[in-house]
């Protein structure tokens, strides 16, 4: 009867007056997807650039994933932390030699990740400090925000976390006088996704890294966006050279299904007895997910393909794209930033209305976060459809 009632209602208007509010939704419902490729409720299909905003790298309903879940929530759903479990202690020991980190703490989002990454490194400096990046998003959680630059964000929260301090990014002498003996670390992006799609200059993490050692603090990278082959590497800071104490994790770690993970460092040391907790952290579920999601990965070429057709797809925009209507394009591997010189949010009405769904960073940014399984044909027809629109709006 439940079912049938809600058949018959209107679903936008229904979801309108249950809804919290703190979302701007748009015309579109979506009820599946398959691949790179996502199909609404009249069963119009559109070429995915959103890419559960970086939660699916994987793409929609991919078979491993899905044979992975069936399996695991047939067997058991839930065994919290306090139980030893073998499917989280093959996915940490998988998750670990992958990122050549020795400890990692499961927990349920990227927030919760940064979060957590916050509490172990004052735990284990003894220090409150932090020092974070203008334009940096990190969370929307009170430590985690306290870390996010953008003001309409914040203000309407503070007063915040104490201690916090923005930089400007990719400013290594700015960040040196911004060290002190409280700092406890530095949390960066290796590209800021939501401020931009800037990616760190070269040698930038590298100094980074090298200021957080000199001075006692540590190195926290926030790869929430950027981990699991975004970039074309499987996390990105292994493109930079870099090693750091405290790696955030979340998004596409369990192809879509909610999950982050802190991984700790040989600076950390392991924690004491209770000093941090989760009830759902390290779900068994998640963990045959998210097992799944790194053998796909690590067994195919997804991620070079990623860097390969990034770097295809940033030369062609670069070299396209009409300077009278784009600033500049940046990116790394998959994740492309098209800076517009008015606002973004018709582009995206347009782009929709064409079949191709993207994103904001920011209010003259258009965001590219395609699932990397997206088919050569669908990547192009996308760019394409960009390249067209801008063009044709000049």
Same mark, same amino acid.
């Given at each position: 009867?439940?079912? /049938?009632?809600?058949?018959?209602?209107?679903?936008?208007?229904?979801?309108?007056?249950?809804? /919290?509010?703190?979302?701007?939704?748009?015309?579109?419902?979506?009820?599946?997807?398959?691949?790179?490729?996502?199909?609404?409720?009249?069963?119009?299909?559109?070429?995915?650039?959103?890419?559960?905003?970086?939660?699916?790298?994987?793409?929609?309903?991919?078979?491993?994933?899905?044979?992975?879940?069936?399996?695991?929530?047939?067997?058991?759903?839930?065994?919290?932390?306090? $139980?030893?479990?073998?499917?989280?202690?093959?996915?940490?020991?998988?998750?670990?030699?992958?990122?050549?980190?020795?400890?990692?703490?499961?927990?349920?989002?990227?927030?919760?990740?940064?979060?957590?990454?916050?509490?172990?490194?004052?735990?284990?400096?003894?220090?409150?400090?932090?020092?974070?990046?203008?334009?940096?998003?990190?969370?929307?959680?009170?430590?985690?925000? /306290?870390?996010?630059?953008?003001?309409?964000?914040?203000?309407?929260?503070?007063?915040?976390?104490?201690?916090?301090?923005?930089?400007?990014?990719?400013?290594?002498?700015?960040?040196?006088?911004?060290?002190?003996?409280?700092?406890?670390?530095?949390?960066?992006?290796?590209?800021? @996704?939501?401020?931009?799609?800037?990616?760190?200059?070269?040698?930038?993490?590298?100094?980074?890294?090298? $200021?957080?050692?000199?001075?006692?603090?540590?190195?926290?990278?926030?790869?929430?966006?950027?981990?699991?082959?975004? *970039?074309?590497?499987?996390?990105?800071?292994?493109?930079?050279?870099?090693?750091?104490?405290?790696?955030?994790?979340?998004?596409?770690?369990?192809? @879509?299904?909610?999950?982050?993970?802190?991984?700790?460092?040989?600076?950390?040391?392991?924690?004491?007895?209770?000093?941090?907790? /989760?009830?759902?952290?390290?779900?068994?579920?998640?963990?045959?997910?998210?097992?799944?999601?790194?053998?796909?990965?690590?067994?195919?070429?997804?991620?070079?393909?990623?860097?390969?057709?990034?770097?295809?797809?940033?030369?062609?925009?670069?070299?396209?794209?009409?300077?009278?209507?784009?600033?500049?394009?940046?990116?790394?591997?998959?994740?492309?930033?098209?800076? $517009?010189?008015?606002?973004?949010?018709?582009?995206?009405?347009?782009?929709?209305?064409?079949?191709?769904?993207?994103?904001?960073?920011?209010?003259?940014?258009?965001?590219?976060?395609?699932?990397?399984?997206?088919?050569?044909?669908?990547?192009?027809?996308?760019?394409?459809?960009?390249?067209?629109?801008? *063009?044709?709006?000049?």
């Amino acid at each position: 009867m439940l079912a /049938s009632l809600v058949e018959q209602t209107d679903l936008v208007g229904l979801e309108h007056a249950h809804t /919290s509010g703190v979302y701007v939704k748009r015309d579109l419902q979506i009820v599946g997807g398959e691949g790179a490729r996502l199909q609404d409720i009249a069963g119009r299909w559109y070429i995915d650039c959103i890419g559960g905003m970086g939660a699916a790298n994987l793409g929609h309903a991919h078979p491993a994933v899905v044979a992975a879940v069936r399996d695991q929530v047939a067997r058991l759903s839930v065994c919290p932390e306090l $139980l030893h479990n073998p499917v989280r202690a093959r996915y940490q020991a998988a998750l670990c030699r992958a990122a050549d980190m020795p400890r990692v703490f499961l927990c349920n989002s990227g927030a919760e990740a940064v979060e957590g990454a916050i509490k172990i490194a004052r735990l284990v400096t003894g220090r409150a400090g932090i020092v974070a990046a203008m334009r940096g998003f990190h969370g929307r959680t009170l430590g985690a925000l /306290s870390t996010t630059w953008k003001c309409a964000y914040r203000a309407p929260f503070e007063p915040l976390l104490p201690g916090v301090n923005h930089v400007p990014y990719n400013d290594v002498v700015g960040l040196a006088k911004a060290l002190n003996r409280d700092v406890a670390a530095v949390v960066l992006e290796v590209v800021q @996704g939501e401020g931009g799609v800037h990616p760190a200059n070269d040698g930038y993490l590298r100094a980074a890294q090298a $200021l957080c050692h000199a001075n006692g603090s540590l190195l926290i990278l926030d790869e929430v966006q950027t981990g699991f082959g975004r *970039t074309g590497w499987l996390f990105a800071h292994q493109g930079q050279g870099v090693r750091p104490d405290l790696l955030c994790l979340a998004k596409s770690i369990a192809g @879509g299904l909610p999950m982050g993970a802190v991984v700790m460092g040989e600076r950390v040391g392991k924690l004491p007895p209770a000093a941090h907790g /989760s009830t759902f952290g390290g779900n068994p579920v998640m963990c045959a997910a998210a097992l799944a999601v790194l053998d796909v990965l690590q067994s195919t070429d997804l991620i070079l393909r990623a860097r390969q057709r990034g770097a295809d797809v940033l030369a062609h925009l670069r070299a396209h794209l009409p300077p009278a209507a784009v600033r500049d394009v940046r990116g790394l591997g998959l994740m492309i930033g098209i800076e $517009l010189r008015g606002k973004v949010a018709p582009v995206l009405q347009a782009l929709q209305a064409r079949g191709v769904l993207a994103l904001p960073a920011g209010r003259t940014v258009l965001r590219l976060l395609p699932p990397l399984v997206i088919s050569d044909d669908d990547l192009w027809q996308a760019v394409n459809t960009i390249e067209e629109m801008l *063009t044709d709006a000049v």
